[in-house]
């Protein structure tokens, strides 16, 4: 089975840390997809510290009401 993601939310870590964390209490799980610490990892620099906070596309719309 091959899940689908979609992309809900871009920000700082303190706001996709409280998103993140208002979505798992109406049981939604997100992944949080953090570049600039993938980058960093690998050696280069990042000019931004944003994460990208992905949903299941089937609970989009209902992670999008906290938005």
Do not use: C, H
Not at 19 to 24: C, I, S, V
């Amino acid at each position: 089975m091959t899940d689908s993601f979609s992309l809900l939310y871009t920000g700082s870590l303190i706001d996709v840390q409280r998103l993140k964390g208002a979505l798992e209490d109406i049981n939604i799980f997100p992944i949080i997809k953090d570049e600039t610490e993938s980058a960093r990892l690998a050696g280069f620099g990042a000019p931004t510290m944003m994460q990208q906070l992905w949903v299941l596309a089937t609970e989009l719309e209902k992670a999008k009401t906290l938005l």
